[in-house]
Nanobody, 122 residues
Framework: QVQLAESGGGLVQPGGSLRLFCAAS????????MGWFRQAPGKEREFVGS????????KYVDSVKGRFSISRENNNNAVYLQMDSLRPEGTAVYYC???????????????WGQGTQVTVSS
């Protein structure tokens, strides 16, 4: 069973950048697809992006394409979300997820971190 811990959130001005980090432990990391969701106040949890087990397949929600990039380092049990050109609507708690059954992550994925807050505001 894998445990996930996110970090890297914070306060950033519109147009700025942040890099989120998710550390995994307790499992065979390359046996999991990894990804990120976010949840803004009063809204449902939203898929942001995912990367397959070997990093060959990446998916993004349309609203972040061209601005966010997901990557993974299997030898370091880590996954990253580089977020550029951030917008105020990107304010949310960002969650890391892991899934051993699919090539992406979904709300039904079995493993989740506790989340890291990202606030985009001037």
């Amino acid at each position: 069973q894998v445990q996930l811990a996110e970090s890297g959130g914070g306060l950033v001005q519109p147009g700025g950048s942040l890099r989120l980090f998710c550390a995994a432990s307790g499992g065979t990391f390359d046996g999991y697809s990894m990804g990120w969701f976010r949840q803004a106040p009063g809204k449902e949890r939203e898929f942001v992006g995912s990367v397959s087990m070997l990093g060959t397949d990446k998916k993004y929600v349309d609203s972040v394409k061209g601005r966010f990039s997901i990557s993974r380092e299997n030898n370091n049990n880590a996954v990253y979300l580089q977020m550029d050109s951030l917008r105020p609507e990107g304010t949310a708690v960002y969650y890391c997820a892991a899934d051993p059954f699919r090539s992406t992550v979904t709300p039904d994925s079995p493993y989740w971190g506790q989340g890291t807050q990202v606030t985009v505001s001037s």
